[in-house]
């Protein structure tokens, strides 16, 4: 079993909104990132997570704020967000750091009005 | 400045013939490499990976890996319709936190 969740599938924020994203799995994963990616490119990682620390936060603008409650939870808090940070918000998972395959939830297609 | 190159396509092929997708990178102490195929507006799904030199096949998917040319390739044989997607070819440096550096794509279709 493979499975990364994350919900939810679809969110429509204002700029002055606070919202959470929330990735889940169960595969007994150590290290959980997020992505975001918008139309026609690749992912950009944002955040790793190893062992339920912060291990690498790629230079993010502090509107957004990664959580790491259990080794099976990974949230991204979302505040006073642009329209340029519409985009689909990928979160995935991996075994541990050494190097070990991604793999990737369904994603949060994000708008912000 | 860690670069992963992919001919961005789109790569039209009749189906039932074989799909090559190519990706150079340019980091030599690159470690790991991923093939995911991703369908508009859904999330990269993981196809193949390969560590080693050569090929590894995997039902109708050749990866290969040639590390002295930094290059790697996916075949896809008997390519179907449902093939159609865009394919993001990724490397692992071997860096603190599992990093993957993603090409900007493939887009394939494949003509019925």
């Known amino acids: 079993d493979t499975e990364v969740t994350q919900t939810p599938k679809h969110l429509v924020m204002g700029m002055t909104n606070k919202k959470s994203l929330k990735c889940e799995q169960h595969?007994?994963?150590?290290?959980m990132y997020w992505y975001k990616q918008k139309a026609k490119k690749p992912p950009e990682l944002m955040f790793v997570y190893s062992y339920e620390k912060l291990s690498i936060n790629e230079s993010v603008p502090s509107r957004f704020s990664p959580e790491c409650p259990n080794s099976s939870l990974l949230n991204l808090h979302l505040h006073a967000l642009q329209p340029e940070d519409s985009a689909l918000y990928l979160c995935?998972?991996?075994?541990?750091?050494?190097?070990?395959?991604?793999?990737f939830g369904p994603g949060t297609r994000l708008l912000v009005l | 400045q860690k670069e992963v190159e992919q001919n961005s396509g789109p790569l039209s092929v009749p189906e039932g013939a074989i799909a090559s997708l190519n990706c150079t990178y340019s980091?030599?102490?690159?470690?790991?490499f991923f093939w995911y195929r991703q369908y508009s507006g859904k999330s990269p799904e993981l196809i193949m990976f390969?560590?080693?030199?050569g090929d590894k096949e995997d039902g109708r998917f050749t990866a290969q890996l040639n590390k002295a040319s930094q290059y790697v390739s996916l075949l896809i044989r008997d390519s179907q319709p449902s093939d159609s997607a865009t394919y993001l070819c990724a490397v692992n440096e071997g860096d603190a936190g599992n990093m993957l550096t993603f090409g900007g794509g493939t887009r394939l279709m494949v003509k019925p």
């Open positions: 995935a998972s991996s075994q541990g750091l050494a190097p070990e395959t991604q793999y």
């Open positions: 595969m007994g994963h150590r290290a």
């Open positions: 390969i560590y080693s030199n």
């Open positions: 980091d030599r102490g690159s470690q790991s």
